[in-house]
């Protein structure tokens, strides 16, 4: 079964620029949750869609936003950049068929650079 | 405010020996503690995982063992080997939490031969 990917894999962009990040889950999970990974604050979680819908949302502006389509890909969205936003950018797709809780497989992530 | 720490940044062990890597919880609602390998310009791999009713779960050369009491979990590797230099990152989960993991800030472990 092949895993998470997410593209693009690098990206360069200046402040004030958007950019939009792709990320396909492993084949029949259906939650998709993104992380921020930055030196300083290490993995801080973004959000998390199941089923098209954000379940969860962690303490980020609303400049970061995302969506789920029907196949359970999602995308994630940053306007306005700011250099603060360079971090890597993971996915993590999860089974998610019960109330309890599902191990969480993650990409490869997005470096993005904002110069 | 961090709710998953781990206090050690890094790790040094000899080839052979055993790498003991440990994290702390303030949060007793955690009940799915998830440990992962992360090597640079990678995603975090996913190693294994416990549930708050056992306090220990093995697999292979890694064993995770879990004190709810102290709020401490570690993972044991034996015996090391280079190719386990990473950066391990512990996580928690609350069920409530729908698809949040809380990290800890990671260990640089380092096996040389």
């Known amino acids: 079964k092949a895993g998470v990917t997410q593209t693009p894999r690098y990206l360069i962009k200046t402040r004030g620029q958007q950019v939009t990040l792709s990320c396909s889950p492993i084949?029949?999970?259906?939650?998709v949750s993104w992380y921020q990974q930055t030196p300083g604050q290490g993995l801080q979680f973004l959000f998390e869609?199941?089923?098209?819908?954000?379940?969860n949302k962690g303490n980020f502006p609303g400049r970061f936003s995302g969506r789920q389509f029907s196949n359970s890909r999602s995308e994630m969205n940053v306007s306005t950049l700011e250099l603060g936003d360079s971090a890597l950018y993971l996915c993590?797709?999860?089974?998610?068929?019960?109330?309890?809780?599902?191990?969480?497989?993650f990409g490869p992530g997005t470096r993005l650079t904002v110069l | 405010d961090q709710q998953v720490k781990q206090n050690s940044p890094s790790l040094s062990v000899q080839e052979g020996r055993i790498s003991i890597l440990n994290c702390d919880y303030t949060?007793?609602?955690?009940?799915?503690f998830l440990w992962y390998k992360k090597y640079p310009a990678e995603g975090p791999t996913f190693l294994i995982s416990?549930?708050?009713?056992?306090d220990k779960n093995e697999d292979g050369r890694f064993t995770v063992f879990l004190n709810k009491s102290a709020k401490h979990l570690s993972l044991h590797i034996v015996p090391s080997q280079p190719g386990d230099s990473a950066v391990y990152f512990c996580?928690?989960?609350?069920?409530?939490?729908?698809?949040?993991?809380?990290f800890g800030r990671g260990t640089q472990l380092t096996v040389w031969p």
């Open positions: 993590a797709s999860s089974l998610a068929t019960g109330p309890s809780t599902d191990t969480q497989y």
């Open positions: 084949s029949g999970h259906r939650s």
């Open positions: 869609y199941f089923s098209e819908t954000q379940r």
């Open positions: 949060n007793s609602m955690f009940d799915y």
């Open positions: 416990i549930s708050s009713i056992k």
């Open positions: 996580a928690a989960d609350r069920g409530s939490t729908l698809g949040r993991l809380y």
